[in-house]
């Protein structure tokens, strides 16, 4: 789950990480309103779940609350890269002499947390990491080891930061990004930029924090922080029902069991020219209300011209899932055209029911390939 | 010979007296698995169907010399039970639990170092050697013995796959499923080692998908150290960034972990990689006619 | 550094493991006013760091206030092993169906902690591990895997608790027990006994915790526990005085540079037929001064008749200790015999130093077991 | 050949610039041990008597080829170096300082396992192998070079022994301090069983003292694994029960760790204890005469 810039700042700030003060506010009033508390200039910031919002226009500086007011009115409703901006954050301004960048991220391949460092920040990392690789400094921590003053210090050393005072505050956030990204069980942590104002100070001027959604059962403060607003609708729509669906932009909706044959059904219709409208996995269970909610999820996408069900029984049993599919035409009154392909465990009843129903609509089909084919020339036409 | 689990396998299940445990753990018995115990804490003394129960692993390991562990307790214990049978020394563990954290994944994956234990798993469907045991929830129904090894990081496609292979008149060695989760006890590299060295297996199809870069490790461990033949197959090409596809560890993370790359990597090595799981099949029947 | 029994409760409570409610009491009237504002019948415990108080009737019932204070006042000056009460321990007394006993040790020998558990409570574990090993349930803790849920139902099914309820609550002490264990670095945290109440309630009845002197000086609000008054009046000076000093109950003094030769050279002034009376280590430097101090603690001591230095000089430097001597001798005036053995490092200027100083009471000597026959014939007379 | 310390050693130091560190380190630079580098935070860049200063320990590595690394900090900043020399891949570590907290030692014991990497101490004086190098501040010059190997948790009960083997004619292979804490990161075992493996090393002295069951434990190796000759001297006899002596590790706890019980253990394996520092050397003498 990823954090708002506002949610991830108020994080840092409980493991004592030194940010800007600031207000969220989602409308302009309440922007104006965040201005004249806080006093002085103010940054009025975009809160969306993508990058570029600089570039976009979605962070100005507004010296008078009447400004926050103005720059908020013209911020919030913005879409940014296909997000739109419902709520702001305005943060007392910070003078900026230098702009650093630190993360601490979950490094799969290492199988340990990674800290990486530049005193080039402020811009795309992915740049930094290309263009001068050595300006980026990298170290893993060994999670039964922890965190200790040595990472630190080589991280500081490494970056070549010189002043003694920025070296200890540095030094400090790094542990206590150590200290956040474990204690929330994050799978990243990225200040950029963490930036040194005139007085030397340092500060995190940005968060970009991602918890680990399999550990939000034990961080109920963090889970609720989950905007379900933000969320593409049938993708909400799909959490709601405990459906796992992502949605794509073609035109057949996919169904399997099981995410890696459901990826590979995905793949398949594509390698036979069709565009999938999602990837929507019913899971190793699959019983008969799963299938009518995944349904229901699928067919609420408008450019859905034919559905795919590749269903390979093992624990899922074929038969449940014919019944769910009739008992969705019955309850939905679907038109589509659904091509159904049953393999495994109870394939032959699960068929048979299919066959027996007279469904018009439902097309069996023998193989995964033939049924992507046909589900393709279906949606075509 | 088979990778993993075999005839000597005596396999404890942590969780045997919850629905799911005692499902599979019986089905797996009817495989012929040997499951002598299972655990569940406050209901030592009870049995399952003949199988008894203990409260604790090293209380099923003293009184049963269980060597393999499976594991279906919720995500929240699961962390527990893969201590608590490290510790109780069983020697292969199978959390088949999803959800597991990703941190007290860290945590176990550097806690394991140098204790000789091997952990398959968590969020994975186990692991089969047909006609010996089956530890999981493999279908063995689909599968047939034979001199294919199998490793995936998928359950149903493997499913798929496999049965692709039995239309073709193939047969598996052992079919393992390492699991769908960012981090996990075991990984192609660690499996593809074990079949390199099992006599019994004479190919090998790895099946993966997106995130991380264990396929791509894992095209150089084939290149340098392999002598069997490999085939691969990736799904998740049309998968878009930053969406998590049905399994934890399914995410392309900014330009990282794509289906290309590994495809690309496996393919710089000579490693043919199958367009679909009917293509995948028909490559390995070319490696066995060969 | 051993905690009184009301500081060991203390530091549980903070963890969260529960003991009864109490008020240290250091006089019998203070002990009068605690009974009273607990109210209802109280136990009125002695307070000291040794075993044995039930036993040596420092632990007294008492039904009302009066009786309270009447307990306290027999209790207070007693003397116990040694050490004389001081501080009463004033608790509301417990009703007790079942006495356990749960100890978290710092096993040297596994490198680990080591936890023990018993439901044969509240008499001496070693006697229970001696006569019924079977029933003393014992079982490590990976330091680098912590203590998780298994441990504790190890050790709550192993021990043979079979009430649901006791199992929960024995469990949830045994984690407890561990975070106080690692969180205030102890050496030992035991409760004996870990009573069960009529009512079913788990709750701590003593508490014996040790902390490592060693990770005091990160635990600032244990370090200030230390009860000065305690300790035996010439070992307390040491510590002041920063001199590591163990009093024994002979006649020689005995002084020597690092551990191993100080215990060495107390063994061999034994083997040779004399009293040690007091190991006393000059440690690696050893300046002047604290060979001054050293003699200012030694000759405190009134049953000292002679004195035997017996340093190798490595990165001590005999004429240092020779210099600090006769500036002993000048300052204090000592009047006992003094045997110097100096070997090693300016072990030649040393002994120059003091043959030059031509003090009467100096007698020098050329091997370690020649100085210690010397200082046994000394003390003799 | 003698054991951990050697010409092939290259010493950085960590704390060089601190008054003990550069006094221990330019001293057992003059006993002929490449001291190739030093530690300190914020000191980078700087020297001490051509002795060059880094930032951290990985620095000194890769500029230098360090492969052992003597800790002079401070007992707060003590663990935090061993974890950077473990970290920075120095193969041996040598930590003198006193007062390191117990806790992290365990954690320290405890993740050293499996990583290939030899610590001494903390609280020790260090390793010598007189005339080829010296990694600590064992006085050098009370040694000599020879055939008997010392081992000890003691350091001036060590140099008293070795005064007496010299005024013997006899010589030392290596006089290794292991340190006088509850945990140190090597044990009486591991030593012996590095001069059992030593070619030069003939006969075999172990320094013992009360507290714990490390000799006990010898006592046992001694008895199955040594072929070479053992004598030993353990200290505390007349030590009372629950007072530390000195040293943290020295201490009688309950009943446990007397010198009595540990006299005891290696006699009954035929083990020679002497009475006195003095009758210990003599009975090296006896060995190595007859």
């Known amino acids: 789950m990823d954090l708002y810039e506002y949610q991830g700042k108020e994080l840092f700030g409980r493991y004592g990480i030194p940010v800007s003060e600031g207000r969220l506010a989602t409308s302009a009033q309440e922007a104006r309103a965040a201005a004249a508390e806080l006093g002085g200039t103010v940054v009025v910031k975009a809160q969306v779940l993508t990058g570029g919002r600089g570039k976009a226009g979605g962070i100005k500086l507004a010296e008078t609350p009447e400004d926050a007011e103005a720059h908020a009115g013209e911020i919030l409703g913005m879409d940014i890269r296909g997000h739109t901006v419902t709520k702001v954050w305005v943060e007392t301004a910070s003078d900026i002499e230098r702009e650093y960048y630190l993360s601490l991220t979950f490094d799969r391949s290492a199988k340990q947390p990674l800290f990486m460092i530049t005193t080039q920040g402020g811009v795309d990392i992915e740049e930094v990491a290309a263009t001068s690789p050595d300006a980026l400094v990298r170290l893993h921590v060994d999670p039964l080891e922890g965190c200790h003053p040595w990472h630190a210090r080589r991280l500081v050393y490494g970056a070549g930061i010189e002043d003694p005072s920025e070296q200890k505050q540095v030094a400090a956030i790094v542990a206590k990004l150590y200290d956040t990204f474990t204690g929330s069980e994050a799978m990243l942590c990225e200040i950029n930029p963490l930036i040194v104002t005139p007085d030397g100070e340092v500060r995190a001027l940005d968060a970009k924090v991602t918890i680990d959604d399999n550990a939000l059962f034990r961080h109920p403060d963090l889970a609720e922080l989950r905007d379900v607003d933000a969320a593409d609708p049938l993708e909400a729509l799909a959490r709601e029902k405990g459906v796992t669906y992502v949605r794509l932009d073609g035109d057949v909706g996919v169904l399997g069991n099981g995410a890696g044959l459901t990826m590979s059904t995905v793949d398949v219709v594509t390698f036979v020219g069709g565009r999938p409208a999602d990837f929507c996995d019913l899971g190793g269970g699959g019983d008969a209300q799963g299938v009518v909610d995944a349904l229901e999820v699928i067919t609420r996408d408008p450019q859905v011209r034919s559905i795919y069900f590749n269903i390979f029984g093992g624990i899922t049993r074929c038969d449940e899932v014919a019944r769910g599919i009739l008992q969705a035409l019955e309850q939905m009154g679907i038109e589509l055209p659904i091509v159904v392909r049953l393999d495994g465990t109870n394939a032959e009843e699960g068929r048979r029911l299919l066959g027996e129903s007279g469904a018009a609509n439902v097309h069996p089909e023998a193989t995964m390939l033939d049924g992507a084919r046909r589900a393709v020339e279906l949606a075509a036409g | ?290």
Chains 1, 3 share one sequence.
Request: hydrophobic share 40%; net charge negative; proline share 5%.
């Open chain 2, 1 to 290: 010979m088979a990778i993993l689990v075999d005839t000597g396998t005596r396999l404890v299940v942590q969780g045997l007296t919850g629905s799911e445990g005692r499902f599979h753990g019986l089905r797996n018995r009817s495989h012929g698995t040997q499951v002598v115990a299972g655990v569940t804490p406050g209901k030592g003394g009870q049995d399952v169907e003949g199988i008894p129960v203990f409260d604790s692993v090293a209380g099923a390991v003293a009184e049963t010399g269980a060597n393999t562990a499976m594991i279906f307790v919720p995500a929240p214990f699961a962390a527990d039970a893969m201590y608590e049978a490290i510790d109780a020394g069983i020697g292969t563990i199978v959390c088949i639990t999803e959800g597991v954290p990703a941190h007290e994944m860290l945590r176990i994956h550097a806690f394991l170092r140098g204790r000789g234990v091997t952990l398959i798993g968590p969020n994975c469907p186990g692991a089969l050697s047909p006609g010996r045991a089956n530890v999981g929830i493999i279908p063995a129904e689909i599968f047939r013995e034979g001199s294919v090894g199998l490793v995936s990081r998928s359950g149903t496609l493997t499913y798929q796959i496999g049965h692709e292979l039995t239309q073709l008149g193939l047969g598996n060695s052992t079919i393992v499923g390492i699991g769908g989760d960012p981090v996990v006890g075991s990984s192609f590299v660690d499996v593809l080692a074990r079949f390199e060295a099992d006599p019994q297996t004479e190919q090998v199809v790895m099946v993966g998908e997106i995130g991380g870069d264990e396929e791509e490790k894992a095209a150089a461990f084939i290149e340098s150290e392999m002598t069997k033949p490999v085939v691969a197959y990736i799904a998740g090409f049309t998968a878009p960034p930053g969406k998590t596809m049905g399994h934890a560890g399914a995410i392309i993370s900014g330009s990282e972990g794509t289906a290309q790359a590994k495809k690309d990597a496996l393919e710089a090595r000579g490693i043919r990689v199958g367009t679909t799981p009917t293509e995948t099949a028909e490559l390995v029947l070319q490696l066995v006619s060969a």
